[in-house]
């Protein structure tokens, strides 16, 4: 490796890996770019912080902002999916494992739990037929 790279790399660290992303980099890089004999070195830096922005930041700002603020999060999705299993199979199962004092816990059909959370539910492997007595 060069030495000017590894300068330039040493320097970098100095300032800070987490401020290069934002577009802070060392002097250090536009003399690697004179030494690789690159035409107008400075212009190349402003062209550098650009591609960061472009193939780094700016995905993970759009993925992260995708997170923060869409309806629902994926956790959440996946988080209701699994309720909505569980409450199914209590459903199907309340005469296996709930006395009959505590039957009234699970006197829901299947149709009125998907109402609970709403029909937008992928529910995959879950089978729709509730007995449905209460």
């Known amino acids: 490796m ?12 100095q300032i800070g890996i ?39 930041v700016e995905p993970l700002w759009a993925i992260q902002n995708d997170n923060l603020h869409r309806q629902k999060s994926h956790f959440d999705s996946v988080e209701e ?18 006395s009959s004092q505590d039957r009234f816990l699970a006197q829901f059909d299947v149709t009125t739990i998907r109402r609970m959370y709403g029909c937008g539910w992928g529910w995959g492997e879950v089978s729709m037929t509730g007995d449905g007595d209460g």
Request: some cysteine.
């Open 2 to 13: 060069c030495p000017a790279v590894k300068d330039a790399i040493l320097k970098q660290q």
């Open 18 to 56: 987490r401020f290069m992303i934002r577009g802070y980099l060392t002097t250090a890089w536009r003399e690697v770019l004179r030494i690789s004999g690159v035409s107008h070195p400075e212009r190349r830096m402003v062209t550098l912080q650009q591609m960061m922005w472009e193939t780094i």
């Open 81 to 98: 999916e699994n309720m909505a299993e569980l409450l199914v199979w209590y459903v199907q199962n309340k005469h296996n494992i709930l």
